[in-house]
Structures are given as C-alpha cells and as structure tokens.
C-alpha cells in the first residue's frame, strides 16, 4: 500500500499521534469548513463531522494504488497528490500567515505549487521506518513554524527549500501547480498556455515523450476518477488527445470564443439550453469575440459553478461586467480576504487606467459568487433562487453599450463587485454584493418558506428591487410544483376534443404537460405556452431542448397578450386551472381576488383570437345556492388545528365556522369546498394554496363575467361541471362530509369546463 495511504489510514483510525503526522497531513487534517468550495458539495449535511479534502486526497491515491505504472512514477504522482491540495487547507491562522506572504489559497493549483515550495524538502515524509535524523528534526522544526504567529520562520523554509531546487523538485511542483488544468481546458476555463511548463520536461532532458504522455494520464486519472470514475470514462479520451497536444503541440490554438463558452456552459447544455440559437442573438446584438477577447488569455475559475443556472446572455453580461467595470475594480490596501472570499476591510478606488488595472492579471474567480448563490435547505444545497431573480433584474438594467463603456448603475441594495487582493495582484474575484437590509430580507424569505408569513415576505423582497408583484415563483418548491402539474395530464387530456384550428396558446404550462399532449395527438397544431414566471420558461426551455420537441414556450403576460402574438391570430386559447391564479394574484385597482382581473384576461384573449377561434377553461367552480351548509367531522387529530389555522391565514375572503365538536364545524358549502382544496394538497404545499382561491365564481356568476367582458361577441358552446376524480379517494380516511343535520353527503362540484367560441363576421372590440 502507498505509504500516503497508510498514514490517511492510521490518522483516521487515531492511530497516528500528531507529532508522527507528515506535514502534509497536518495541513490536510486541519482543513476547516469554511475552506470548502461548494463546487462539487451536493448536501451541505454530508460536511459535517467530514473532511472533504483529505477524503478527495484519499480517493486519488486509492486510484493510484491501482494503475501500473513504474515505481519513480509511482513516487513522484503520490508526492504531487498529496500537495495539490493544501492550498484548501490549513487552519485560520495558517491560512492568514500565508495570505500575507503572497501564496494564491484562492486559485488552488498555484497556491499548493506555492506551499510545495516552502514546506516540500521536508514534507514529503511518511513516517518511514529508517528516516534520517536530520530529516526528522528538520520536520519537527517545521511543524513548530506552522504554529508560529511570526511568518519569518516559514519565509526561511521557502529559502531553504528553493535555494538549489533539484530536477525532482521541479517536477513535483510543476505538476501541481498544472494540477487539474487538463480538465479546466476541457470544460473551457483555461488558455491552452497554462499547460506549456509540461512541456519543459522534455526540453529539460527530464523525461521522455513517452514518459510525460504516463505522467499525465495516470495523474489525470487520479484526479478525474477521484471526482467520479464515470467522469474519466467520458473524458479520457479528450485527456489523451490534449495530453498529445502538449508533447507536440505546445502552441496548440486556443479555443474560438464559441466553443469556449458551449464548454463553460456544458451542464446548461445538457439540462436543455438552445446554445447555438443563444450565441446567434448575442452576435446580432455585439461584437462577443471582439469584447471577449481581453479574456483569452485569462484562466477562469468557478465559472459553470457560479453561473450554470444564469442565461448565456447573463453570464456574458457578467464577464463584460468584470473586462470593463474600471471603477469596480478595487485595490484592497491593508485589506484580509477571509476563507470565504470576501472582504474585511476597503480602501479607495484606484485612479489608474482600466488597462493599467487590468496589467498583469492572469485569474479571475468568480468563487465569491458561487458561494453567495447556494445556500442550506434540509441539509441540501440549493440555489438561492431569491438572489438569482435579483441579480437577472439588476443585469436587465444594463444595455450592452452601458456595460461596454464602464458605466456604473445605481441600484440600491445590490451591485456587481470585482475585488482585488493587495498581495494577489494577479487575480481578481467577481460577485455581486447585497445591500444588509436585502441581505436579511432574503434570509427571512429562506426561514418562512413553511408559514404564511412566505408570501408576504417575498412581496416585500419584489418591492425592495422593483419586481412585480404577480411575477413571484413558487422559489423552494418549483420543481415539485411542476411535477404535480405533469402528473395531471389524465385531466388536460378532454381538452383536446375542444382545440381549433392551427395556433393554440396554453396560458400558464405548468410544467408543460398539455403542450407534450398537443404535439403528440394533434401534429397539425402549434402549440405555444405563455407564463409570467421565468422558473416555468427556462425550465420548459431546457425540456424542449432535452426532448426535441416543437412546441414554443414565451415569458408575458397573459392580460396584454398582443404584445407577444398578433391579434386575431391564434386560433384556441386554453387557461387550465389558470384563471383562479390570475384572480387570486394579479393586483387590479390595488386589491387581489378581483372578477376585474378575469374580465382583462378574456378580453385580452378575445382580442388575439381569430373568428370562429376558441377559448377553453378548466378551473374551478362554486355550488349553488351559496347559502347551503355543510359538516366536516375530521378522522384526523389535528384537523381541527388545519381549519382554524386556515382561517387565519386564506387571503381569498373571510372564513368563518361553527364548532361543534373537537372533532367537527360547520361551514357554508363554498367555503368548507375551498378549505378542503388546501387540506388535501397537504403542508408542503400550504403556504402557497392559502394564497390561492380555487372556487371563483358560481355558474351564473361565470356566464355573468364572459358576457360582462365579451358581450355578443361569444357564444358558451359548452358549460359543464363536476367533481374532480380523486377528492372522494383523497379525503376518504381524513374526513367524514356531512349536510347540515349530519347526514353522509357528497362532495360538490369541484371543477368546471367551459368552451366559448368566437362569432364569425363580428369586429373585434
């Protein structure tokens, strides 16, 4: 077994004293969390009582352990995997002692070059038997210096270590310091040129074609398979063609612009986005090679991290953002960077030119950010979709010839942040930087995703940055929300019989279900989805590219649809379970829940649809008589605590009950049917039905509205309701519903489907 391994092994097991421990092991073991990237973390619970680090180092020598490769290989590869990652390491002190003294812990690969250099004569021991006895007092010296508040005795160490650097040496720290670079210049992040020193091992005499070409694959297997061995099985071919480029080919041209971004975006595209038509816009709109060009040379860190869930368009915003913001640029005198990133303390702006800023800066990490965009929910990293939301309204401010000119927009409570560091003038860190009050605000939105107090805290965040109100995503529960809306299709599915003609518009798609049953059962038609909520389009966007469909998806709104299509060209309109949410969230005259905001919606389709054309509604209705009551006896013992929290909390209008019994009230028919919508949903989806009421009109009080907002024009070719299937099987073992003298009653109509038609030869309103 490696000796590497060994001591991981009998340091995990507590069987390695400290004073035994090889000094890259210390540096490993004393890796905190705060040091830890969340590039690759999937659940931010699986960090605790871990060390992320040292379990990485373990599992690339495990992988060395396997390959066959010659013995001087071997040693060499398990010395260079042992540092490579110490530059995420160390304790805090540590940490800010090497930070003063110029090592980058921030681009990883250099920093552990960095810390090789200074530690590496005496670290690359692991406890042999036999070792020598200057070696080990010369370890032990060190292991007191790595606890010593004066610097002065590591700068001794780097002297010491790089006085007479031999071959070996070189050619450790070489490696690590291109440690990884292979597959940063697959996914885009690098020049090719950050791989030109490999090729001096050649030059140099040290190693032979063949023997660099071993090196390189089998630490490229090492580092790759220790992510996921999958991941070398898909790359290990583009390892070998580039691991050739740099044996004959060390000025092997760059990639285009395109191809740069297409690998940057990877993940993006593969969840779906359309990259080809993406960059086809932004070349119509600016010269993307010409103003991207300052960053070929550059390496780049965290990108697809940071920005995979942005836009094409976005991030090139973001980069063009970071190239021209001259007075962003900060030059950070007797300022810290903690572990993190961020900034302790500021000073003024620098005067000197862009390019005079811009002069020797070789990284650029966009780690802060990434960093800011995920945070914990249920111990699983997710996306602070809060903030995302925020920074795409901040970036929409921003015209191309704005950001192209360095001009700085005033937004109040947020801005883009490019930092430097006074000891690390050669790389600078992006983010964008919340104003405190925005910063608590989303904080607050985090921890009331489970109360009523949800809605009103992300109404407030809208407000705070100028978003509209009706505009707001259903932010931690997105995906399960579009889920439950695909699962519905058995329901959509009638409303095939009622389609017309060749251009049909589904108002709100949801998770796009009813746009797969169009495409497939009715091919002569062409479907297009609309919906205010850019969650529902850029997922619809991604699952039209995964699964090559032809249906068109469009972010508007759905009462000033001639915006988005031409009036009297669109032939069916379909708003399935989408009117309720139109009356329910949507402010007319300055209050929700208003028949006004139904009136606008069908006008505003009347206005789009052609003669003949049709508008069809599933949605929910009322029963009539109104005045009828009803019995909920609840099989469940906190039923009764549901119904009075619901009363508290459903914003739709006032609910009101008799209790009879700890187990059993009295409601109008209406509002027993509304509050049993929401306690079947169930908890996880209460926050958000609350704000929703389901039942809005009455059947006269629907025919009422059409012929108030359409007149003569329309013709109600069919009204018919009934009782959605699965109420009776859902409430089955939780309630008992009762009429008013107690006596077993069937649940009322739950749904209704109205078709209205067009009439031929009648001018539009």
Known sequence: MLNALKAIQSYKSGHLPEGEQALWLQ??????????NLERIHSIAELEGTNPVLDYVERTLQVLEQLQVSFWMREILEDVLVWSETAKAGSPKQRRKWQKQGVNLFVHNVGSAQLYDMYGSVGNLYGKQGHREEEHSSRSETSRDLSNDDPSGSAQIVQTACDSPTPRHEIIRTLIATHGLIGQYIRGEIPFAENASLHLFITQGWMTADELQSILIALNECIIAGVDPALWSQVQAEVQRIVGWIITEPDHTDWNVKERLSRLRSSSIRQGEAMDEAYVKLQAQLEIEKLLAPMAHRTLWYVESAMHDFSLQEMVKIFLLTLHSEAMVLSLDDSIMNSTGRVTQEADLNSTSQEQQWDGVRHISFEPLMNTMYYDYKGVKKLNIYKKRMIEKYLEQYSWKQIEAGETITYPHLT???????????????TFEFSPAAEKLIAFCIEAEKSPLYEKAVLLLFDLFGLRRDAYDRFHNEETYLADMNSSGDYKKVLLDYMVGKRVLDIGPGGGILLDLIEQERPEMEP??????????????????????????????????????????????????????????????????????????????????????????????????????????????????????????????????????????????????????????????????????????????????????????????????????????????????????????????????????????????
């Open 27 to 36: 540096l490993l073991a004393a890796a905190e969390q705060p040091n830890i």
């Open 416 to 430: 883009h942040r490019i930092e430097r560091h006074p000891d690390l003038r050669d790389t600078v860190f992006v």
């Open 528 to 765: 297009i989805g609309i919906d205010i909520s850019a969650n529902v389009i850029e997922a619809l966007e991604r699952k039209k590219q995964r699964e090559a469909h032809r249906w068109q998806v469009l972010k508007g709104d759905a009462l000033q649809l001639d915006q988005y299509v031409q009036p009297g060209t669109v032939d069916t309109v379909i708003f399935s379970s989408i009117l309720h949410e139109l009356y329910s969230y949507i402010e007319r005259d300055g209050r929700r829940f208003n028949s006004d905001t139904v009136v606008a919606a069908l006008r505003s389709t009347f206005n789009v649809l052609s003669p003949g054309g049709r508008v069809l509604i599933r949605d929910g209705i009322m029963t009539e008589p109104e005045a009828q009551k009803r019995r909920i006896r609840f099989l469940e013992p906190d039923g009764m605590r549901w119904l009075e929290r619901y009363a508290q909390d459903f914003q739709g209008r006032s609910i009101e009950f008799e209790r009879i019994s700890e187990d059993e009230a009295l409601l109008d028919i209406n509002d027993a049917m509304e509050f049993l919508y929401t306690y079947t949903w169930g908890e996880d989806a209460y926050v958000h039905e609350i704000q929703e009421q389901f039942g809005i009109f009455t059947p006269s009080a629907y025919e009422h509205c059409i012929r108030e907002a359409l007149g003569e024009q329309a013709d109600i070719i069919t009204f018919r309701h009934f009782l959605q299937e699965g109420y009776t099987e859902a409430l089955g073992e939780r309630i008992i519903f009762m009429d008013e003298q107690g006596q077993p009653a069937t649940l009322p109509d739950s749904t209704c489907l109205i078709v209205i038609e067009k009439k031929k030869g009648m001018a539009d309103r």
